[in-house]
């Protein structure tokens, strides 16, 4: 039987040698290779999404971004979604999205998550959609790297703003707040301090729409580290406009004024003076309210819990008919009913949270995004739609066996190892898991399919998917988390090298 197992290194050197190979040959039979195409296998569950917005006259109709798979949309409240972005979009990697108040035709999309978490993919810009999605329109932007948000005028749907992170690798000028007045045809750069800062939010007041928030921090990935915040005094902060963006003040008012991280902002239309800010900074971690439209603050809750990796997420979201009501996300997903001075874990389908859009209409009807993916409640969280019907899963590397069906074995970030027919088995099953975790590698045995290796950040295991009887152990008997890098006997990454030996299948080599 031939041998079908392929790593990352290995597909690609075959890919190598298959291009260099056609390069030789004097002609090319394009025909025997017209039957090869790309089908989907799964798994049908959802995998991260940053970016969620509604159409506050359609209760029913919702859009998501994902960090890896474009643009969705559901007609049904989650309970099916289509994928609109597809063959539109160069990237798939999204950062923020907005439905026009005025239009609910028009849709704005920013790519690149803002979320600069160790694996990054770059964003292309902002596109358009003047159909409700069905087609999409490239209106620029395409150096700011990363988009954390944009806010549409609700009386003018030519009217916008983008909070541009920028590059999360480098120093770049294209970074910043942007606004169009034109729907995207031309862009100025209304907010810009030094090419370290990017921005992380802008939001606009529900009262009027010439008055915006917005927040600038320094956030960088390196090869070792995540680097989020600096000094105040090098401009990260909050900073507010009246003008409709031509010029903006720094706020201060008792706000941190020391080393200034990530912040995102929020105001319910129930009460536009009231200003949530919710701020790493240190000191000063945590949520902050003003109650004069950013002139004064007061830290009003420094619970460490709802600022937790804030580089990651940072959710703060006011109810737009209750000024009292907010939400906070983080590992876990948080409402206040008391403006923000204590909080209440609430549940929803996966942790790790990254956004939430409420009807302005109807505060039951909501959209909510997690690293398990996007999840729309109808009766103010108490209950939500499923993830599973997301084809939207970030999978770290791919394995296949000698079986027929064959199995395609890979790991999904934030879930479990996954293990997927390649043909319907007719036993119902979608998938399976295997050892290991979220940042794998999973290889099967190529002695016994029912032999499966497993990996998760320097711990190895062996597991029988029969009995689930699994073995596992750290390599150098040292977890990488709580470790000084320099006390660590053997240096793993979140996501290390595994492959069996083609030579002798019980060697395998796991790489630190």
């Known amino acids: 039987m031939t041998r079908r197992y392929s790593g990352v290194l290995r597909l690609g050197a075959l890919l190598v040698l298959v291009a260099c190979a056609a390069l030789a040959q004097t002609s090319y039979n394009s025909a025997l290779w017209s039957g090869m195409h790309y089908r989907l296998i799964g798994p049908f569950r959802g995998g991260r999404v940053t970016a969620v917005a509604g159409v ?56 690149g998550s803002a979320a600069i978490r160790s694996n990054v993919s770059i964003g292309h810009g902002m596109y358009k959609s003047t159909d409700a999605g069905k087609t999409w329109s490239f209106v620029g932007l395409d150096g700011t790297g990363q988009i954390a948000q944009i806010v549409v005028d609700p009386h003018d749907a030519n009217r916008v703003f983008v909070a541009a992170q920028g590059d999360p690798f480098a120093d770049s000028a294209q970074r910043g707040v942007y606004r169009t007045t034109d729907g995207g045809q031309t862009w100025q750069k209304v907010l810009y301090k030094t090419p370290a800062l990017g921005a992380a939010a802008v939001i606009m007041d529900p009262s009027n729409p010439q008055t915006l928030y917005a927040t600038l921090y320094y956030g960088r990935r390196k090869p070792w ?52 800010a919710l701020i790493e900074a240190k000191p000063g971690d945590g949520l902050w309210r003003s109650e004069d439209g950013g002139t004064s603050w007061t830290q009003i809750n420094h619970e460490a819990g709802i600022i937790t990796r804030p580089f990651y997420y940072d959710v703060v979201v006011a109810d737009p008919n209750n000024a009292d009501v907010v939400y906070v996300g983080d590992e876990t997903w948080f409402k206040s009913t008391d403006g923000g001075k204590t909080f209440r874990t609430e549940r929803v ?44 899963a970030e999978i770290y590397q791919v394995a296949v066996d000698n079986q027929y069906p064959y199995r395609v074995y890979g790991a999904q970030q934030d879930d479990e190892t996954v293990i997927v027919p390649s043909l ?53 008997a040292q977890s990488l988390y709580g470790n000084a890098a320099d006390r660590l006997i053997d240096r793993f990454q979140r996501v290390s090298p595994m492959e069996v030996s083609p030579n002798d299948p019980h060697v395998v080599y796991y790489g630190s």
């Not at 907005?98 to 028009?106: R, T």
């Not at 939430?356 to 108490?382: C, E, F, H, T, Y």
């Open 56 to 111: 506050p006259s359609q209760p029913l109709t919702y859009y998501f971004g994902s960090t890896g798979g474009g643009v969705w949309k559901t007609t049904d409240a989650g309970n099916s979604w289509v994928n609109v972005s597809d063959k539109y979009f160069k990237v798939g990697s999204m950062g923020a999205l907005a439905v026009a108040d005025s239009d609910a035709n028009v849709i704005y999309a920013g790519t």
């Open 225 to 276: 580290t995540i680097i989020s915040g600096a000094p105040a005094s090098e401009g990260s902060g909050i900073y507010k406009t009246t003008d409709g963006g031509n010029t903006w003040t720094k706020l201060s008012g008792g706000l941190p004024d020391q080393l200034f991280g990530r912040a995102n902002v929020s105001i319910s239309a129930a009460n536009p003076q009231r200003v949530y």
């Open 424 to 476: 319907p088995l007719g036993d119902g099953q979608a998938f399976r898991t295997g050892p290991g975790c979220e940042t794998g590698p999973i290889i099967p045995s190529q002695l016994d399919p029912n032999i499966v290796y497993g990996g998760c950040k320097g711990q190895f295991s062996r597991e029988d998917i029969r009995t689930h009887n699994e073995m596992a152990y750290w390599i150098g």
């Open 349 to 392: 389908p996966h942790g790790d949270n990254h956004g939430l859009w409420i009807n302005p209409k109807d505060s039951n009807d909501m959209i909510q995004a997690n690293d398990g993916g996007a999840n729309v409640s109808l009766d103010g969280g108490r209950s939500w739609s499923t993830q599973m019907n997301q084809p939207t």
